[in-house]
């Protein structure tokens, strides 16, 4: 059973970086594209940003396009989101969720594991 856990999370005042981890158990780590989602209080969750099986293909979201770095390491089961130039509005709990649909990256309901969050908060 495949599972994630999210790590990095913090308190950051606006125009600092942060890296968030996410840790793959339970299956073929090389088999599965990654995504970064996020929510914040009272708004839907959203798509930040995806990344292929292979390492080769890599798409954001609009409003982190440009000051986000997704990435991943296949030989340690693990997936980066690098977040650079973070404002306010960059503040949520970030997810990372696997599936194996990379056509279909930025629809949530085709991912078919979630871990539990990492809150990002920033400060101004």
């Known amino acids: 059973q495949v599972q994630l856990t999210e790590s990095g999370g913090g308190l950051v005042q606006a125009g600092d970086s942060l890296r968030l981890s996410c840790s793959f158990s339970?299956?073929?780590?090389?088999?599965?594209?990654m995504g970064w989602f996020r929510q914040a209080p009272g708004e839907n969750r959203r798509f930040v940003a995806g990344?292929?099986?292979?390492?080769?293909?890599?798409i954001y979201g609009a409003s982190v396009e440009g000051r986000f770095i997704i990435s991943r390491d296949n030989s340690k089961n693990m997936a980066y989101l690098q977040m650079n130039s973070l404002k306010p509005d960059d503040a949520a709990v970030y997810y990372c969720?696997?599936?194996?649909?990379?056509?279909?990256?930025?629809?949530?309901?085709?991912?078919?594991?979630w871990g539990l969050g990492t809150q990002v908060t920033v400060s101004t």
């Open positions: 969720a696997a599936t194996k649909s990379w056509r279909l990256v930025k629809v949530q309901s085709k991912y078919e594991t």
């Open positions: 339970g299956g073929t780590f090389s088999a599965y594209t």
């Open positions: 990344i292929d099986e292979t390492n080769s293909l890599t």
